[in-house]
């Protein structure tokens, strides 16, 4: 069965303060892995990842995907209390296929 | 501004009522999905639906129904076989993925939270 774990599953933190999220997979049918940011509505793409090793940055945040070993990183530098969200990990197993993990809940405090 | 409007934002369901849940989309996309989120738990697909008159099943379509009468427009029906609707529903769309390629994002509606009465 195809699954999406991410962890820690919340996390506190002050300003300042790099955070490390991860996400792990195990699908039949790996095309891409998405990292969404959700407050309280409507999930934010963040990042598509495709290819090993290739780091993709936007200002603070950025990400990297091992293909061999299953798993990617979301790395939040300089944490601000903006931050503070649900960030989601989704795998594209297939043509209509996203399965999301549970999510990491991040906390940050002034 | 392009995007996906869901409504209501807040819905309260009776025993043994069907509500209906709206979604609009203007972005010109073919796909379109329905998911539901509780807490601890992932987003786990309701339906979705690659074009116009066509949709499928996703993981937990039991007590829900969809339709596709328009390209902008996927509406979602809970229906009073859903024993448990309480939770937080989220409408997407995408890009068609098999003309654009496999690796499409989705975007996102602001979501209904449905809760029992």
């Known amino acids: 069965e195809d699954k999406v774990v991410q962890s820690p599953l919340s996390l506190v933190v002050h300003e300042g303060d790099t955070v490390t999220l991860n996400c792990s997979y195990e699908?039949?049918?790996?095309?891409?892995l998405l990292w969404y940011k959700q407050e309280k509505k409507a999930p934010t793409f963040l990042f598509m990842l495709?290819?090993?090793?290739i780091e993709k940055k936007s200002g603070r945040l950025s990400s990297i995907l091992d293909k061999k070993e299953l798993f990617s990183i979301l790395n939040i530098t300089a944490t601000q209390t903006g931050d503070s969200a649900v960030y989601l990990c989704?795998?594209?197993?297939?043509?209509?296929?996203?399965?999301f993990g549970t999510g990491t809940r991040l906390k940050v405090l002034a | 501004d392009g995007g996906i409007t869901q409504s209501p934002k807040y819905l309260f369901r009776k025993e043994g009522q069907n509500v209906t849940l709206s979604c609009e989309q203007n972005?010109?996309?073919?796909?379109m999905y329905w998911y539901r989120q509780d807490p601890g738990q992932g987003l786990r697909l309701i339906y979705y639906?690659?074009?116009?008159?066509?949709?499928q099943k996703g993981d937990i379509a039991e007590g829900y129904s969809v339709s596709r009468e328009k390209k902008e427009s996927f509406p979602l029906t809970v229906t009073s076989a859903q024993k448990n609707p309480t939770a937080f529903y989220l409408c997407?769309?995408?890009?068609?993925?098999?003309?654009?390629?496999?690796?499409?994002?989705?975007?996102f509606g602001d979501g209904t939270r449905l809760s029992i009465l």
């Open positions: 699908v039949t049918n790996f095309r891409s």
């Open positions: 989704a795998v594209v197993a297939g043509t209509y296929k996203y399965i």
């Open positions: 639906s690659q074009i116009v008159n066509d949709f």
């Open positions: 997407a769309s995408s890009i068609e993925p098999r003309t654009e390629g496999f690796n499409q994002p989705q975007h």
């Open positions: 972005l010109n996309h073919d796909a």
């Open positions: 495709t290819s090993s090793g």
